[in-house]
């Protein structure tokens, strides 16, 4: 068995998730009230900053999660490359909630029902020898969930479904920033747990081919001509023969697309992307468009698939069958992979290995622990950690003095990382900075070839960033190679 299809296919097995479904039931009170709280502390300054007026103007009056708990199946557990236990499990919460939000100039809006649905993965990392033997819990959506919201009154709200999709907009962002991979919810169950034990690197790079399309904006199968997408352009007014381009989405990461095919129905692209992988059952979703200069463009199909299922694939080859609407159609798009994983080996950083101008050779990673031995009056101190790497810009999250929080010591441990083309490395150095409020306090630079002489390509250290304050950090290089 080859190692590709030894990683895609390691599984413990399904697992029972009946224990887990009673235990959310007993605790789905507390669960409740503290669900409540991280949803109006976290969604109502994105409103402020994401929204239009007058929606930025909306604070929550109310939140009532219900009595009806999140109910969870098809739980797989296994264990993970750096020794942790990772459980993946859908999720299912078909809520009947009472939540009220009121704004300024717009009537109150009120939410009786949430369907809330995704496959989740909670990763246990490290495993220790002291109770409670688990260093930390990661929690993440594998692929961005489905939210659906019910509004009471909806019939007398004015634009409700600009109001809908706004809201449901920045919910998902939300989600997305926090709990959609690439990006994982950290809950330290030590609180001395090593971040840098805890934090659970990208597998690889995924390069998608898009190869040829056939047979796009024709009729549905067995349809005489009047229906499907052949017969909603002619319905339209539509060309009859589009001009097409493929979008394609993979998790939270950046959406490319194509070039556009003019004038045909059996478009040939052979255009490929990389794309970063956090796990094998990310999905891949594709999109395929007629391109219209004069006005919106039309969507003829849409297909998903998962990177596991396209690798395991014969050549990494699939032809996907595209729906229109919820509706198959004729269309069908022709795709490859090819997986490459990251190991710390620098060989491949110099690019050449066939994938255009968006190959990804390699990826720096940026880890921030902590810091230490910050000054100032304990209630003005407002820490954060910037990082710099030429244009590329990341900060920590701003912290201030609350119970449980050692302000002149705190914990930070956020990732930030680059993917990294041909040429780019070893570029500028990494800047470091600690910043109080918006005041730059200290700073220091790492050259990235003190990093690739590191043991692993790697580097982690407190760095002396002055005024007696050190930033526990970490710098990792990988490259990638072929996973044959």
């Known amino acids: 068995m080859s190692a590709i299809v030894e990683a895609l296919t390691a599984s413990g097995g399904p697992e029972s998730p009946g224990f887990l479904n009673d235990l959310v039931k007993q605790l789905w009170p507390n669960i409740a009230v503290a669900g409540a709280c991280m949803i109006k502390g976290i969604a109502e300054p994105m409103f402020t900053v994401t929204l239009p007026a007058p929606l930025n103007s909306l604070v929550f009056e109310k939140i009532d999660l219900g009595t009806v708990p999140m109910h969870f199946s098809k739980v797989d557990v296994h264990k993970t490359e750096n020794e942790g236990i990772k459980l993946d499990l859908d999720l299912d919460w078909d809520g009947e909630c009472d939540i009220e939000l009121n704004g300024n100039m717009i009537p109150k809006i009120g939410v009786e029902h949430v369907k809330l649905r995704g496959r989740l993965s909670i990763l246990l990392c490290p495993l220790t020898d002291v109770l409670p033997l688990i260093g930390a819990a990661q929690v993440t959506f594998i692929n961005p969930p489905y939210l659906k919201l019910t509004f009471t009154d909806a019939a007398h709200i004015a634009n409700l479904s600009v109001i809908d999709k706004a809201i449901r907009k920045v919910i998902l962002s939300i989600i997305s920033s926090l709990a959609v991979l690439p990006n994982r919810f950290l809950v330290k169950l030590d609180p001395t747990v090593d971040f840098f034990k805890t934090y659970q690197p990208p ?282």
Request: net charge negative; hydrophobic share 35%; with cysteine.
């Open 203 to 484: 597998l690889g790079v995924l390069r998608l081919t898009i190869e040829s399309g056939s047979e796009l904006g024709e009729n549905h199968e067995g349809d005489g001509g009047s229906g499907g997408v052949g017969g909603l352009f002619k319905r339209l007014g539509l060309r009859d023969v589009p001009d097409c381009y493929v979008k394609v989405n993979l998790s939270a990461e950046a959406e490319w697309r194509t070039g556009t095919a003019k004038n045909t129905r059996h478009p040939e692209w052979n255009e490929a992307a990389d794309f970063v992988v956090c796990d094998y059952d990310q999905s891949i979703a594709v999109d395929v468009n007629d391109e219209d200069t004069a006005r919106k463009d039309d969507d003829i199909g849409v297909g998903v698939i998962t990177v596991k299922q396209l690798l395991l694939r014969d050549d990494g080859r699939q032809e996907l069958r595209l729906t229109h609407q919820e509706e198959a159609t004729n269309g069908r798009l022709a795709i490859r992979g090819q997986f490459f994983k990251f190991v710390p080996d620098a060989s491949s950083l110099e690019g050449g290995g066939g994938g255009g101008e968006s190959e990804i050779v390699g990826l720096l990673t940026v880890l921030v622990a902590s810091a230490f031995g910050i000054r100032g009056k304990r209630q003005e101190l407002k820490p954060s950690v910037k990082v710099t790497w030429g244009e590329q810009i990341f900060r920590t999250a701003v912290k201030s003095d609350a119970p449980g929080v050692d302000i002149e010591n705190p914990s930070f441990d956020q990732a930030f990382r680059v993917a990294l083309r041909p040429g780019m490395i070893p570029g500028p150095p990494v800047k470091i900075t600690l910043l109080d409020g918006e005041v730059e306090t200290g700073a220091v630079e790492v050259a990235l070839e003190d990093v690739l002489t590191s043991e692993e390509l790697t580097l982690q250290k407190f760095f002396d960033v002055g005024e007696g304050a050190t930033v526990r950090a970490g710098l990792w290089l990988r490259g990638t190679t072929p996973l044959e």
